[in-house]
């Protein structure tokens, strides 16, 4: 295997961890900050996104990943020190039988979290901008307000937050980022990519909860929308968790609709943290197999 100076390889791929087309895959694996593995048959790498550190994998069959994965993780996973994150994440798209591949996944450290599904709108021409209720407004993001923001995600994503580094690296690299504004306070947010190839991303979009139930998510999402149409984007797509309140339907309610989901999963960076849950998982199966008393 090598990490310095990757050759291109020509093989046929059938299993990879999530769909990407092959020049992307190739831009992505050229990054200066990838990290990327190669042995026959098989590419790995650590890759930086949106404020995030992805493992991605391609490989030319499931015989070729249940032998090369544990040997290209582990020397993978000495690098992971260099990425300052407080864990990485892996994207599983289309795996339906996932028995074989889990067991593998978790001895590495790496625990699912909830389901996502990346909603779609197709007909950005048609979108008028939102009505935003009395006493309200809708205006740019500024430094200032990303404490704010960063609370917001937090309360409102619970356990499917990306981090505060995520937010804030997406922050600072926001093409448009708006906030919902009520009485001096802003309650609402959302976080715009570019758009890319006619394709635009609300990469975050969430209301304080204490204002939930007024359908101000709706107003927030609405707003995020039109101003991708506005920059002539011909497709949003924005990431929905069916256990975040509202998530799927605040956005079909707006005109999104269904589109491809998957499971994501994420290990820690901290060795020690990591160390120690495995060994207090090991206790923990020696309990239930010998009883309290041992």
Known sequence: MTTERRQM??????????????????RLLGQPDTEALQTAGAEMALVMQQGQLHLMFAFESKEVLTTAFNPMWNALQKRLQQFNVPYVKLDLVAFTVREWLDPMLEMHGFLSTPEWMDLEHRALVEVTPPEVPAGLSIRRATADDHDRIVAIEADSYGAAADGAEATRVRLADAAWAGVLVEEGAVIGYAINTAPDAGIGRVLSCAIANEAWGRGLGKVMLGAATYQLASVEARQAIVRGRPDVPRSLPTAVAVGYRPGRSGFELRRTTDEKALADRIKQRQVDGVKVRFGRWH
């Open 9 to 26: 390889q020509q093989f046929d791929i059938a299993v990879r961890n999530a769909p990407i087309r092959p020049r992307e895959w190739e």
